[in-house]
């Protein structure tokens, strides 16, 4: 629980990461690696977090100047604290407008500064009850036959008896096409909302270390701004049965202004894509890694919703959450000072054995409703029945239309991105047998 330096330096936003190198010719060290980019901890997060949740559960990470941490008591409790905010943008625009000035990279945090995943009470709670509508279960069940054509329509051109990766072909567009539909966004026009969703990914996971590649991506932003003000137009003049329509209607005499409206169709645009494709991936990996589970849910596709829980606690896309010390307390034995950054690591509380025994053996029978890979509390993740559906339906297509998958490269062949705070496969190559 040592600090070794004082907080401060550059604060990362979160949701939204830094994407680092993974670090050049690594050494032997019996020294614990401080780089949660180094390879072990990209490769590995479950083993890299293991070690400090039994040695220094409330790590501070010099390297990164912030906690982690680990223990899943302890991330309840943090994600709980009152003494963090969620807040965390303005010290973000504050290292980005150094470098990088310009009206549009302005307008694009006035963009991210209303997504509610960076807001606090009162204001998180006023979106949150506008937005949440728009994702509650019965609202996302009654897209289930949309979904499931366009889950039909990637399996049918997906090459039998050949290797293929079931990233870039099925996983990847999915989620994309998935939300653009829900959004309303007409067929013609879903390429470059794939564009656009590529783009806000870049400019949230790393360009701020980059003013040019920033200020492009901020024009971007741009473009999509008006082409949603654009949709918006249309759909209020002649609302259509999608999320923007219902978006635009009044909830108890409140609604979400322009701006608002925009800023949180960019954040579901984002939220929506990468994180489902990359549990789509992990799911399947985890599936082939323990073929008598994978059996066991084609035999009993009913047990399929608890099966989705138990494969994003296994190994779910959040590789953390990021909140920031608003005010100097103590926790846990350990002072925290104002302005420090706090990595929860949701990884390592859904491996705690004080938590789930035999942490790392997936048993798609454990039903963890309590596992953190959707977050927790106040900002849990809002589109969890949208992503848990989307996986659900792929998933099981999949094992209904082969009857064998299998890895078409070895398992040292496959490789992690690293950034700090999602976790995402680069491809996983497979061969589909009918
Ligand atoms: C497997 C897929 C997904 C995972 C693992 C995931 C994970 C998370 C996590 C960990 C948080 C909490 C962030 C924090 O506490 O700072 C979160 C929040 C959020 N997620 Fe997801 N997410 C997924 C899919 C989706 C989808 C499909 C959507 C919408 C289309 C979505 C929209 C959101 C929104 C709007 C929030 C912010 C909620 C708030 O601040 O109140 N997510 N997600």
Same mark, same amino acid.
Request: charged content about 25%; some cysteine; hydrophobic content about 40%.
């Given at each position: ?13 979160? @949701? ?54 680990? *223990? ?16 965390? #943008? !303005?010290?973000? *625009? ?16 006035? #963009? ?22 728009? @994702? ?9 036959? =949309? ?7 990637? #399996? ?12 870039? $072909? ?12 829900? /959004? ?8 470059? @909302? ?23 991506? =901020? ?29 635009? !209607? ?37 599936? /082939? ?24 606690? @296994?190994?779910?896309?959040?590789? =953390? ?16 000072? +104002? ?54 339906? +792929? ?15 070895? *398992?040292?062949?496959? $490789? ?19």
């Amino acid at each position: 629980m040592l600090k070794s330096e004082s907080g401060g330096g550059e604060i990362h936003p979160h @949701f939204l990461f830094e994407k680092l190198p993974t670090r050049v010719g690594a050494m032997t060290t019996p020294v614990f690696d401080e780089n949660l980019m180094c390879d072990f901890a990209v490769r590995d997060p479950y083993g890299y977090f293991a070690e400090l949740r039994e040695n220094d559960p409330i790590h501070w990470n010099p390297k990164h100047k912030a906690w982690i941490i680990t *223990r899943y008591d302890d991330v309840t409790a943090t994600i709980k604290n009152p003494h963090l905010t969620a807040s965390r #943008i !303005e010290p973000f *625009r504050q290292a980005v407008s150094k470098s990088a000035n310009s009206p549009e990279v302005d307008e694009t945090f006035g #963009i991210l500064a209303d997504w509610m995943v960076f807001l606090d009470p009162p204001h998180h709670t006023r979106m949150r009850r506008l937005v949440s509508r728009v @994702f509650a279960p019965p609202v996302v069940r009654a897209r289930t036959q =949309a979904m499931t054509e366009v889950v039909d329509s990637l #399996i049918a051109e997906l090459p039998v008896g050949v290797p293929v990766d079931i990233m870039e $072909s099925f996983a990847a567009p999915l989620p994309a096409i998935v939300i653009a539909q829900m /959004l309303g966004v007409p067929p013609i026009d879903r390429h470059l @909302f794939k564009e656009w969703s590529d783009l806000i990914t870049a400019l949230v996971f790393g360009a701020y270390d980059n003013p040019d590649r920033f200020r492009s991506a =901020a024009r971007g932003m741009m473009e999509l701004k008006n082409y949603l003000l654009e949709l918006i137009n249309k759909f209020e003049k002649n609302p259509e049965d999608n999320l923007i329509s219902l978006l635009l !209607e009044h909830e108890d005499g409140d609604s979400l202004s322009r701006d608002e409206l925009i800023s949180t169709c960019t954040l579901l645009l984002f939220g929506g894509h990468e994180t489902t494709t990359n549990l789509i991936t992990s799911g399947l990996l985890a599936l /082939l890694d323990f073929p008598e589970q994978m059996a066991d849910l084609r035999a009993n596709p009913d047990i399929f919703p608890m099966a989705v829980e138990e494969l994003i606690r @296994f190994d779910g896309p959040a590789r =953390a959450t990021v909140r920031l010390v608003k005010e100097d307390h103590e926790y846990g034995g350990v002072k925290f000072t +104002a302005g420090e950054r706090v990595f929860i690591a949701n990884p390592a509380a859904n491996h705690d054995p004080r938590v789930f025994a035999n942490p790392g053996q997936l048993d798609l029978r454990r039903n963890p409703t309590n596992h953190m890979g959707f977050g927790f509390g106040l900002h849990f993740c809002l589109g969890a029945p949208l992503a848990r559906l989307e996986v659900e339906l +792929a998933l099981g297509a999949l094992m209904n239309k082969f009857s064998r998958i299998e890895m078409a490269c070895t *398992r040292e062949e496959l $490789s992690w991105h690293p950034t700090m705070l999602s976790r995402g496969l680069h491809k996983l190559p497979v061969i589909l047998h009918h």
